[in-house]
């Protein structure tokens, strides 16, 4: 190429735009990758912030006047989303199951027009995506073991617990888990970060006993859940600073006939 060919800035070439640019094709590549496999895997450390917040559908405890307060940092982050994929393998999902990605979509800075949900960086690029667990018969849910054992290696809630029905379970129950006073803080620096892990954990304890209480479903139960992460990436495109979980609905069905309808979770 010779200098001629060559386009300076002023001609409205921009290098740090072309970059950013660039950053957020890898970003949405990694994101391809990694999200199927994050109820086994989470996404790695490399292409989240150290500053990371964890938001759990702000959106639908806003319409409930509660609040559930942001997990911040590496080690909250990936501690909750253990603890997430723990609760999901254990009691609700078949352990080899697999998010199927619906739809991608990038809102970038000003172009941004969405007022469905409350971002915490309004002017950085965001990437939404869509997904859905492995429906009744998907081959990510088959292995050879299960195969030779006879078992039914296709059903969605096969669950390491055992398979119960959330349409018994009344998930606004442990909302009020958030209202603890007994929380144990060390100092007035450290309070927001102890609220905020006190109260995931007992959220997730609250609706772990709640399920672990229900009976076993003597019918074939299937189910498939949805819902929406939104990542809010840095500057340069290069790190997600915000992970928010968003509009997960649970559908269950027993038998073939038998549609227990959609299920709102948060």
């Given at each position: 190429?010779?200098?001629?060919?060559?386009?300076?800035?002023?001609?409205?070439?921009?290098?740090?735009?072309?970059?950013?640019?660039?950053n957020l094709g890898s970003m949405i590549d990694e994101i391809k990758l990694n999200v199927?496999?994050?109820?086994?895997?989470?996404?790695?450390?490399?292409?989240?912030?150290?500053?990371?917040?964890?938001?759990?559908?702000?959106?639908?405890?806003?319409?409930?006047?509660?609040?559930?307060?942001?997990?911040?940092?590496?080690?909250?982050?990936?501690?909750?989303?253990?603890?997430?994929?723990?609760?999901?393998?254990?009691?609700?999902?078949?352990?080899?199951?697999?998010?199927?990605?619906?739809?991608?979509?990038?809102?970038?800075?000003?172009?941004?027009?969405?007022?469905?949900?409350?971002?915490?960086?309004?002017?950085?690029?965001?990437?939404?995506?869509?997904?859905?667990?492995?429906?009744?018969?998907?081959?990510?849910?088959?292995?050879?073991?299960?195969?030779?054992?006879?078992?039914?290696?296709?059903?969605?809630?096969?669950?390491?617990?055992?398979?119960?029905?959330w349409s018994k379970f009344d998930t606004l129950k442990f909302l009020n888990s958030n209202?603890?006073?007994?929380?144990?803080?060390?100092?007035?620096?450290?309070?927001?970060?102890?609220?905020?892990?006190?109260?995931?954990?007992?959220?997730?304890?609250n609706l772990t006993t709640g399920l672990i209480g229900l009976t076993k479903e003597e019918?074939?139960?299937?189910?498939?859940?949805?819902?929406?992460?939104?990542?809010?990436?840095?500057?340069?495109?290069?790190?997600?600073?915000?992970?928010?979980?968003?509009?997960?609905?649970?559908?269950?069905?027993?038998?073939?006939?038998?549609?227990?309808?959609?299920?709102?979770?948060?």
């Amino acid at each position: 190429m010779s200098f001629s060919d060559m386009k300076p800035n002023n001609s409205g070439y921009d290098p740090d735009d072309q970059n950013k640019k660039a950053n957020l094709g890898s970003m949405i590549d990694e994101i391809k990758l990694n999200v199927p496999n994050i109820f086994t895997k989470s996404i790695p450390k490399h292409l989240i912030s150290s500053n990371v917040l964890l938001r759990i559908c702000p959106t639908h405890f806003a319409e409930l006047n509660s609040y559930l307060p942001n997990i911040k940092g590496h080690v909250s982050y990936y501690t909750t989303c253990k603890t997430l994929q723990l609760i999901l393998s254990s009691l609700v999902l078949n352990p080899k199951v697999k998010l199927h990605i619906q739809s991608i979509r990038t809102n970038v800075s000003s172009e941004d027009t969405d007022s469905t949900y409350h971002y915490v960086y309004p002017q950085t690029t965001k990437i939404h995506v869509r997904w859905t667990t492995c429906p009744e018969g998907c081959h990510h849910l088959s292995t050879n073991e299960n195969i030779d054992e006879g078992k039914n290696f296709h059903s969605t809630s096969d669950a390491k617990l055992g398979s119960h029905s959330w349409s018994k379970f009344d998930t606004l129950k442990f909302l009020n888990s958030n209202n603890n006073p007994d929380i144990p803080v060390a100092s007035d620096e450290s309070k927001p970060f102890q609220q905020s892990l006190t109260s995931i954990k007992n959220l997730l304890s609250n609706l772990t006993t709640g399920l672990i209480g229900l009976t076993k479903e003597e019918k074939k139960l299937e189910r498939v859940i949805s819902g929406l992460f939104i990542f809010e990436l840095n500057t340069d495109n290069t790190e997600i600073v915000v992970h928010t979980i968003e509009d997960v609905d649970v559908i269950e069905r027993t038998e073939m006939e038998d549609v227990d309808g959609k299920l709102r979770i948060c």
